[in-house]
């Protein structure tokens, strides 16, 4: 069975930091079978947007929003996660972060978590 694990969402105040973590299990094929792994979000009334992203090799790509103040990240020997830390949080980066897996890395997003809410507010 497939499952994406987030954690380490929470409520911060503006200019504050705050690092999520994704677990994911069960993935077909993995790790031979490469694959992408990113953060979505998603706040009231919006649609979901993509926040970033890293292939089977490593590369990572980031929105134009994140503005540098976001960085991917995974844990030593640990390559079925994916962490991001995010500095310099504003309200508008207050939103529900999804962590999604896409096998083969076809631009296809095919597992998802539960989400983790970051709240900023002051």
């Known amino acids: 069975q497939v499952q994406l694990v987030e954690s380490g969402g929470g409520s911060v105040r503006p200019g504050e930091s705050l690092k999520i973590s994704c677990t994911a299990s069960?993935?077909?094929?993995?790790?031979?079978?490469?694959?992408?792994m990113a953060w979505f979000r998603q706040s009231p009334g919006k649609e979901r947007e993509e926040v970033a992203h890293?292939?089977?090799?490593?590369?990572?790509?980031y929105e134009v929003f994140t503005k540098g103040r976001f960085t991917l990240s995974k844990e030593d020997n640990a390559p079925n996660t994916l962490a991001l830390t995010m500095n310099n949080l504003q309200a508008e980066d207050t939103a529900m972060y999804y962590c999604?897996?896409?096998?083969?890395?076809?631009?296809?997003?095919?597992?998802w978590g539960q989400g983790t809410q970051v709240t900023v507010s002051s």
């Open positions: 999604a897996a896409d096998p083969g890395c076809t631009s296809h997003y095919e597992y």
């Open positions: 069960g993935l077909p094929g993995f790790p031979n079978l490469g694959y992408c």
């Open positions: 890293v292939d089977s090799e490593g590369v990572t790509s």
